[in-house]
């Protein structure tokens, strides 16, 4: 199974400020198609997860541009450019290149300093 | 709009079974396929089955595998999961959610709660 491991775990921030999620998986996610079936979930209190980021880099329709992603092969980062309140939760990274079996991280909880 | 609706959980005994159901809409059903996710309370969110658009192939989680079977219905828009053997470890919401690779749109999700 492939193994996605995520840091930090917990995410204080001040509303205003820049955020920094890391995801590193245990094989390359680059699928035989060229595609990196490599996104990101936010997940509100009491929410269903929701995507966010698609295939590394792809913001999902309605998602604010302040959220950004990047990498390749095994590592990657969400990142969002200024915090609102909005914001607070947990961010899950998935893959769904190595079937069948796809997985997720452990999950970042963030919350405003 | 994609809209995926959960529904069946409840309060079950040890031992005992459940059916959840999905229903699906605003896409075309038949052409994905589509997926079985839960999460335990505090956990992140645990792949359980997917099941290809022409039910041809299906495939499970080794924590469920000889349990649950999942299946679906195209001409109802829906997707099943039917839960045999439940046990306490079991508990958690459960989402259906179109494509493995993707997971593009999730249901609101049901609650399954094991206990005697």
């Known amino acids: 199974d492939v193994v996605m491991t995520q840091s930090p775990l917990s995410l204080p921030v001040t509303l205003g400020q820049p955020a920094s999620i890391s995801c590193t998986s245990s094989?390359?996610?680059?699928?035989?198609?060229?595609?990196?079936?490599l996104h990101w979930f936010q997940q509100r209190p009491g929410q269903s997860p929701r995507r966010l980021i698609n295939?590394?880099?792809n913001r999902d329709s309605g998602v604010p541009d302040r959220f950004s992603g990047s990498g390749s092969g095994t590592d990657f980062t969400l990142k969002i450019s200024r915090v609102e309140a909005e914001d607070v939760g947990i961010y899950y990274c998935?893959?769904?290149?190595?079937?069948?079996?796809?997985?997720f991280g452990q999950g970042t909880r963030l919350e405003i300093k | 709009q994609v809209q995926l609706v959960e529904s069946g959980g409840g309060l079950v005994e040890p031992g005992g079974s459940l059916r959840l159901s999905c229903a699906a809409s605003g896409f075309t059903f038949s052409d994905f396929y589509m997926t079985w996710i839960r999460q335990a309370p505090g956990k992140g969110p645990e792949w359980l089955s997917y099941?290809?658009?022409?039910?041809?192939?299906?495939t499970y989680a080794d924590s469920v595998k000889g349990r649950f079977t999942i299946s679906r219905d195209n001409a109802k828009n829906s997707l099943y999961l039917q839960m045999d053997s439940l046990r306490a470890d079991d508990t958690a919401v459960y989402y259906c959610?179109?494509?493995?690779?993707?997971?593009?749109?999730w249901g609101q999700g049901t609650l399954v709660t094991v206990s005697s």
């Open positions: 959610t179109r494509d493995p690779r993707e997971a593009d749109y």
């Open positions: 295939q590394v880099s």
């Open positions: 099941i290809s658009g022409n039910s041809g192939v299906t």
């Open positions: 094989q390359r996610l680059v699928y035989s198609n060229g595609n990196t079936y």
């Open positions: 998935m893959q769904g290149t190595h079937w069948p079996l796809a997985t």
